[in-house]
């Protein structure tokens, strides 16, 4: 049987840029989820775009209530601009969104390119929920840099976890 082997390269502390495109309602919250990054945070879709036009972001999350339900607008505005179209977007049910099911909101936002659809009623406002909210973005961004670097042509960046 073969043994297993992880080969991991000293990782340079990550310091990225997001947009957080927000409602008040979660405002506390995600700045206790997102606070260790670089966040500007944007409550109409005027500062968005304009946030967006004046320097790159590595991450924009945006609030299905974001400006009175204008999250898919945000959205295609992302999509549609050749610079910003490869930027990751999360887009999260808050508490302030539909009580019905989101599916197809969620199916929307992906159709329409955003990485990830979270609901935030999913995981409770408390530490242990937090905590993984916390963990699921760093694990997006950690991704989202290695993919950026193999994109990139630097393959060196990118290790394998298991070898021979």
């Given at each position: 049987?073969?043994?297993?082997?992880?080969?991991?390269?000293?990782?340079?502390?990550?310091n990225?840029?997001?947009?957080?495109?927000?409602?008040?309602?979660v405002?506390?919250?995600?700045?206790?989820?997102?606070?260790?990054?670089?966040c500007?945070?944007?409550?109409?879709?005027?500062?968005?775009?304009?946030?967006?036009?004046?320097?790159?972001?590595?991450?924009?999350?945006?609030?299905?209530?974001?400006?009175?339900?204008?999250?898919?607008?945000?959205?295609?505005?992302?999509?549609?601009?050749?610079?910003?179209?490869?930027?990751p977007?999360?887009?999260?049910?808050?508490?302030?969104?539909?009580?019905?099911?989101?599916?197809?909101?969620a199916?929307?936002?992906?159709?329409?390119?955003?990485?990830f659809?979270?609901?935030?009623?999913?995981?409770?406002?408390?530490?242990?929920?937090?905590a993984?909210?916390?963990?699921?973005?760093?694990h997006?961004?950690?991704?989202?840099?290695?993919?950026?670097?193999?994109?990139?042509?630097?393959?060196?960046?990118?290790?394998?976890?298991?070898g021979?």
């Amino acid at each position: 049987m073969g043994t297993f082997v992880a080969s991991f390269r000293a990782v340079e502390p990550l310091n990225p840029r997001v947009l957080v495109a927000e409602v008040p309602s979660v405002a506390a919250r995600l700045r206790a989820i997102l606070g260790e990054y670089d966040c500007t945070r944007v409550r109409t879709l005027p500062e968005a775009r304009r946030a967006l036009a004046r320097e790159p972001y590595n991450l924009v999350v945006i609030c299905v209530q974001f400006n009175e339900s204008r999250m898919f607008e945000l959205l295609e505005h992302i999509v549609n601009d050749e610079r910003l179209v490869d930027t990751p977007v999360v887009c999260l049910r808050d508490e302030e969104g539909p009580a019905s099911p989101p599916a197809g909101i969620a199916l929307s936002a992906k159709a329409l390119g955003a990485r990830f659809f979270l609901d935030l009623r999913k995981l409770p406002d408390s530490e242990t929920g937090n905590a993984r909210l916390r963990q699921l973005f760093h694990h997006l961004l950690l991704l989202e840099a290695d993919m950026n670097a193999y994109r990139a042509g630097r393959r060196d960046d990118v290790r394998p976890v298991c070898g021979r």
